[in-house]
């Protein structure tokens, strides 16, 4: 079985970058793939993180574990009001 995340990732960077791009060198190949991966995983909203980017949902998902008793604590005084 293949994973689902991978295989997409995959084809997206295929459709997107490398069927439209010919590189010169390896060097050249390394940078530009390295750039899309970078704007990929940092800067595009993404359908599975509720439309954040990956850095963006990763920061708030550790503010919410390094802070569970701010989240518990307003949500009791929501039930209580």
Not at 11 to 18: F, H, Q, S
Not at 38 to 66: C, F, K, M, W
Request: aromatic share 8%; proline share 2%.
């Amino acid at each position: 079985m293949q994973n689902g995340f991978v295989e997409s990732s995959n084809g997206r960077m295929r459709d997107e970058l490398l069927n439209g791009t010919m590189f010169c060198n390896s060097a050249r190949a390394r940078v530009v793939i390295a750039d899309w991966a970078a704007d990929y995983n940092t800067e595009r909203s993404h359908s599975a993180v509720d439309y954040q980017t990956p850095a963006g949902y990763a920061l708030a998902l550790t503010i919410a574990i390094a802070h569970p008793a701010a989240r518990d604590e307003s949500s009791a005084r929501r039930a209580i009001s």
